[in-house]
């Protein structure tokens, strides 16, 4: 069983920026972020492999960078100019070698001036 824990959410105003961390128990390959803003549904936004081989959302591209320290199972998503649509709570995800996919507790951000 792989368990996520996530953290580093917060408000943070428009143009600002955040990292958001999730650290994961157990064996894992690709990990990667999903987000969720009010009323609308979930939304891919990056995703890294075990290799370090990164894509992203099209929304998002540019302005985030996800990472990884695969000594420490974490998977780090760098939000650079921020602005209000990136208001969501954000999931992390991990899949395992058999294909399962795992899910963080999310966690809040809020771009606000």
């Known amino acids: 069983q792989v368990q996520l824990v996530e953290s580093g959410g917060g408000l943070v105003q428009p143009g600002g920026s955040l990292r958001v961390s999730c650290a994961a128990s157990?064996?894992?390959?690709?990990m990667g972020w999903y987000r969720q803003a009010p009323g609308r549904e979930r939304e891919w936004v990056a995703q890294?492999?075990?290799?370090?081989?990164?894509s992203y959302a099209d929304s998002v591209k540019g302005r985030f960078t996800v990472s990884r320290d695969n000594a420490k199972n974490t998977v780090y998503l760098q939000m650079n100019s921020l602005n209000p649509e990136d208001t969501a709570v954000y999931y992390c995800?991990?899949?395992?070698?058999?294909?399962?996919?795992?899910w963080g507790q999310g966690t809040q951000v809020n771009v606000s001036s």
């Open positions: 890294i492999t075990t290799d370090g081989s990164t």
């Open positions: 995800y991990a899949d395992n070698r058999w294909g399962m996919r795992y």
């Open positions: 157990g064996s894992i390959n690709s």
